[in-house]
């Protein structure tokens, strides 16, 4: 098949998922992107289409990141999103190809933004730094206790402060795009801030789940206290910062999560 018999294809999939009434719009934009553990699966446009996607790409090498066809394959579907990002702006009268000049500031970073930044560097090296060490207490607590159940409740601990690890900092840069011109400006016609609240509110959650799991894994690491303790003085300091800044943040209504 060649490129754009596969490019047709895979633009008339993702307007077939689109158009079902299956899925609730833009679910996917406040979630936490760990598709195993959530339940709204059923409901997303986003897992619908890359499911598909995977079950299409017979070769297996499709699927394997280090791999050109990978990267193929990514640049297929970032075509298909172009082409229909410029299909909607041409029934909107508007030209992509021909908008006027706009002047932007290079955004520096908020303080909050910069210890989010720091806080995922700090706690990447560490996992990676301690990573054997977590696997023999995982071991140790399946033998000690004869039971899975708190080598379990351990393995998902860390696994929580992995996934999370740069993805609090991912979702605080988001939450501050455009932040001071959107505060600023008188209207807000498109409703484009509660971008932000959504992007705050999933980043505190996210920071929520990683405290609650940064302290299981201290209770049985205790030999850890100081580093565990600084991570979790830094994410606390974090969530303050967020929530002075985005005070309405929690009671923002995520579509499908909060309805």
Not at 3 to 8: F, I, L, N, R, V
Not at 12 to 30: D, V
Not at 35 to 47: D, H, N, P, Q, S
Not at 71 to 87: A, D, N, R
């Amino acid at each position: 098949m060649d490129t754009q018999s596969k490019k047709e294809r895979y633009k008339n999939s993702l307007l077939h998922l689109a158009q079902s009434g299956k899925y609730i719009p833009g679910i996917y934009n406040y979630c936490d992107r760990w598709c195993e553990r959530c339940t709204m699966t059923a409901k997303c446009l986003t897992y619908a289409q890359e499911q598909a996607t995977k079950e299409e790409a017979t070769d297996p090498e499709t699927n394997d990141i280090s791999n050109e066809k990978f990267w193929e394959s990514m640049h297929l579907s970032f075509q298909v999103t172009l082409e229909l990002l410029y299909e909607d702006a041409r029934r909107r009268g508007i030209n992509l190809d021909n908008l006027p000049e706009v002047e932007r500031k290079k955004p520096e970073k908020k303080p909050v933004e910069k210890m989010a930044d720091q806080y995922s560097k700090k706690m990447m090296k560490w996992l990676t730094k301690n990573r054997e060490n977590l696997e023999q207490k995982a071991q140790q607590l399946l033998l000690v206790s004869n039971s899975e159940e708190n080598a379990l409740k351990f393995a998902d601990a860390w696994e929580v402060v992995q996934w999370y690890s740069v993805f609090i900092s991912a979702k605080i840069h988001r939450a501050h795009f455009d932040l001071d011109e959107r505060l600023e400006g008188e209207e807000d016609e498109y409703n484009l801030f509660s971008d932000n609240l959504g992007s705050a509110k999933i980043a505190l959650i996210a920071i929520d789940r990683t405290l609650a799991a940064l302290t299981a894994l201290y209770t049985v690491m205790p030999d850890k206290e100081d580093e565990f303790l600084d991570f979790l003085a830094r994410l606390s300091q974090i969530k303050k910062m967020m929530l002075e800044t985005f005070p309405g943040a929690m009671a923002f209504k995520r579509p499908g999560f909060d309805n």
